[in-house]
């Protein structure tokens, strides 16, 4: 059966049921990738995920998602920390059966964030948990480079989250 059309939109406040229930598969599928528990996840409240939905009406942060169908297949986000490091990759995620090269979803999603992270600075930068070869691959395959910076993971199980950085122009 043929796939759908890819849709790669912002988030509005509108989604915050589609949000919530992506941040769920999410949590389930890559507990580490995150910051955040499904625990925590499933106590939110509607308030908490109608303000997560707006991320894309914002300008210095954004959400963006993949959609197919009815079907949500992917996100991504951005925002700025601060100004001396510039955009700031986060959330990735992209629902295992639509991930790879030949379904695009990924690809895509990065397209937009890249698009959007322009408006603010010449770079893009990311951090990826030590253990998640098959994430630096791809970021790798799309011209991120670790810079050798990392800090502790905050949550169980612990390590490292590494820092990748890609120019932009």
Do not use: C, S
Not at 36 to 49: G, K, N, Y
Not at 56 to 76: C, F, H, K, N, S
Not at 113 to 128: K, M, N, Y
């Amino acid at each position: 059966m043929e796939q759908p059309p890819l849709v790669i939109r912002p988030t509005r406040e509108a989604d915050w049921q589609a949000v919530r229930a992506l941040r769920l598969e999410m949590l389930r599928d890559e507990p580490i990738a995150y910051a955040e528990t499904l625990e925590h996840a499933l106590e939110v409240a509607e308030p908490e995920w109608r303000l997560r939905a707006r991320r894309g009406e914002t300008p210095r942060q954004t959400a963006v998602v993949a959609i197919e169908g009815e079907r949500w297949v992917g996100q991504m986000g951005g925002y700025i920390p601060d100004a001396t490091t510039g955009p700031m990759l986060v959330g990735v995620y992209v629902a295992p059966d639509r991930r790879g090269e030949a379904a695009g979803v990924a690809g895509a999603l990065l397209d937009a964030i890249e698009a959007w992270a322009l408006g603010f600075g010449d770079t893009l930068r990311l951090e990826v948990h030590e253990t998640n070869e098959r994430a630096r691959r791809f970021y790798e395959k799309r011209g991120f480079t670790l810079t050798g910076r990392d800090r502790p993971y905050e949550l169980a199980p612990g390590g490292l989250e590494l820092e990748m950085i890609k120019p932009l122009r």
